[in-house]
């Protein structure tokens, strides 16, 4: 009986754990991220689209219905799922315009236990801002290192890269990829 | 969907070859050193944790470590070779032979026990083995309080900057870090190994992994009675005729003692029986050591 309470209590704690560890965490009112990524979008569409991204238009499309998008904006976990930092997926909003050109980059969340000195200080993703798709994002060349906490900044290097790169493939005019 | 550039192995490979091959030769020697039970060698092996896992790589087992257990959440694995190394290593070896990794390659235990060696004797408080005894489960208290409130808040920051001082290998801590560090290492200078034996959450983790350790340390019948050992082992790990495996760093300092054979009276007693005539033989021959089988 002692041993059956003791495994019922077990599979409860770990039933628990994963409960808990499946919360969803990005962030679900980006607005103020998405304006300071497009300073002079006047709308974004929702989040909506195969990849999920949000369009930033010049104009309103409401009241100009054929109002050209002038970029995009997209979360890293979004685009590039399956990639992980040290303890978890690094949560990066990031902005591209029509010409492949990155607008900036916001580290939103991460649970890095390093995270502190390396991809949270906004240093680490100004850095992004100004680069485009064909660069080489190469950790230590064209980006900061960090070496004591290196899996934590090529883990979002990567997603930013591979992001913006999928992205870029799918709706940048041909020039641009 | 398509990344534009696809990576090659030799993309994937060529950044972590210098750190695979370094860990992989550190490791190898942490064990040649426990091997051999040398001195020497351990000093070696705790000398280049502090420089290179410590300084250089600030790669140390975390309570993040034990945290990821309850998101089942590990890094990439193609990316992280030297992770996977490193963390496979201090999990067999745990089950091999115990906790291994507190006593050798931990870069902050490595400190300590440096520390240790060049502070006076003087200095130290003995703690009472009974207030010993009991500190050791402070531990498993913090162990369990710390995965509660990850499990709880998920806020995995204040327990790594809090709950452990593995940090200062990076040397990005706040005031109130170094306040703390200061005092803990400040109070190491008296109780030696502080941290390790009475505080530390992931020493905590290996402990109760240790008890599934294959290959313990043999005890002779005459440790029944001795004490020679219990004395010696400044980890506390030895309770009379029991070597307590959680807590058991395998330092190799009772192990030494053991085949010390003008100290252990195992040999003593082996040598008088053999030469009755000589009253405090000098050493023993390999025909005595070979008869005596010692038990788990």
Redesign the interface.
Known sequence: MKNLAAVAFLLGTVGVAVVLAQRIITNPKPEAHLKALFPTAAAFSPLSGEPLHFTAFATDPKSTPSAPPVGYAFWTTDIVPNEHGYHGPIHVLIGLDLKGVITGAIVDYDSEPYGYFSVEPPKFAAQFKGKTIKDAFVVGRDVDAVSRASISINSATRAIRDSSRIIAQKFLPEAAK | ?????AETWRDILA?QALDLFLLALFLAFALVSFFRKSVRLKYVALAFAVGYLGF???SLV?I?DV??L???????FK??LA?YLFTGFVVVSTVLWGRLYCGRICAYGALTQLMDAVIPAKLRVDIPPSIERRAAWIKYGLLGGVILYY??T?D??SP??YAEPF?M??R?GTTSMWIGLAVLLTATIFVRNLYCRFLCPVGAALGIISNLTVFRIKRWSECNSCKICEKTCEWGAIRGPKIVKTECVRCDDCERLYMDQQKCPHWLIQIKRARPSVARPATAGPSIAASSAPHS
């Open positions: 969907m398509q990344v534009a550039a950044p250089v790589k600030s975390s993040s945290f990821r309850t998101d089942l959440s590990l890094p990439p990316y992280s992770w499990l709880v998920h995995l920051a790594v900057q940090w290998f990076t990005f």
